[in-house]
């Protein structure tokens, strides 16, 4: 008789977005009065930019002529790809990453899900909390917690994040259990906290001393503006031998519909005398076939000079909106992190983050995300997106001081 996984049965619905559908569909139901304002879900409205829309067109083109037709590309990804990320993200910021430690792939929400198939089932890990779901549920899926109690599963460990550090947890807040593997991710999703580099030494010096592992979701690095923060964790003496870094053109560039992303894994990390990027290379080998030629072309062109220029607009257009969100939410005198940086907002609202959600739906017909779907210490937050037009960032604000106020 066939049985299941049973580690599945321990996962907790996603009941976030979900719940968030539900009362939005029924506030719409019974106020037909203005329109919805969805400052909510985490992904971009501006089109691609028109660079790389050329170079994606070209790709497609080439596919269509028998001269230039390419069947399965290395699964690695191609070379022109890889040496274009190894030279602008990572040689241009002094990080000792080459284009052999780079892994091309349809998305960091698989790779982030997907490495920790590498480690034994009894490994100990490490998530934040408010947390990114993918870290913890790939972790249950493979079996690697207990059940799920009072909203956090057994042999999990959870860094706090808080007022008092910033939320940005450090190697203190994972108590005396330790951890062999700690989830990171910076800008955060959905604090909008960064880290400075002497927080993330302070990470990586950890993990060198106990020979353990950081897992780095870079995916909001384009949103670092201030010279000062690291893009990368491999802007860290020492993190080429304890970090893997997940990148996106997702946020970057708008890829969310487009799919392409990267994991660095580099080769100096040894484990039992096994290189990791081997062992990462064997495993994305045999369960990947790579990313669509056009789709890689048309991220080779983010690289381009005209690619920099027109990405660099977008992602200043979305911080515009954070800065505009943010100042407003202080101005209703709410405490803020993020929307510098990052391209959200994380607003302590004092009362449950539900309560919230629903007097922003029912008195400004806006629509953000509760900060306690993201985990226990959400509670009391608010996740505010700059994912939308301008003009409707203006106009919801506006709404939300009045509704507020
Ligand atoms: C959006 C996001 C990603 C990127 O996911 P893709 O699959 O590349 O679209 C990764 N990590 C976090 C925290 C995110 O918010």
Known sequence: MIRLNEHYAKLQASYLFVEIARRVADHAA??????????????????LPPSVITAFHE?????????????????????????????ADFAARGCPISANDIFVSDGAKCDTGNFQ???????????????????????????????????????LTYMEGTEANGFVPSPKDLGSQGAEVVYLCFPNNPTGATATKEQLAEWVDWANAQGSLILFDAAYEAF?????????????????????????????????????AYTVVPSAIEIDGIKLRDMWNRRHSTKFNGVSYPVQKAAAAVYSPEGQKETGDLIAYYLENARIIRAAMEKVGYSCWG??????????????????????????????????GFGRMGEGFIRISAFNDKERVEEAVERIITALS
């Open 30 to 47: 019974t106020n037909p009065a203005r329109p919805l304002i969805k400052l909510g879900i985490g992904d971009v409205t501006r089109p």
């Open 59 to 87: 790709g497609v083109e080439e596919q269509g002529n028998a001269a230039n037709f390419r069947g399965y590309g290395p699964e690695q990804g191609y070379d022109f790809l890889r040496e274009a990320i190894a030279k």
């Open 117 to 155: 198939e590498l480690f034994a089932p009894d490994t100990r890990v490490a998530v934040p909390d408010p947390v990114y779901p993918v870290y913890v549920d790939t972790n249950v899926m493979a079996g690697r917690t207990g059940a799920a109690v009072d909203g956090r599963y057994e042999g």
């Open 224 to 260: 670092v503006t201030n010279p000062e923060l690291p893009k990368s964790i491999y802007e860290i003496p020492g993190a080429d031998r304890c970090a893997v870094e997940f990148r996106s053109f997702s946020k970057t560039a708008g890829f969310t519909g487009t799919r392409c």
């Open 339 to 372: 929307g510098e940086n990052s391209p959200y907002v994380w607003v302590k609202t004092g009362e449950s983050s539900w309560d919230t959600f629903d007097t922003l739906l029912k008195k400004a017909d806006v629509v953000i995300t509760p900060g306690s």
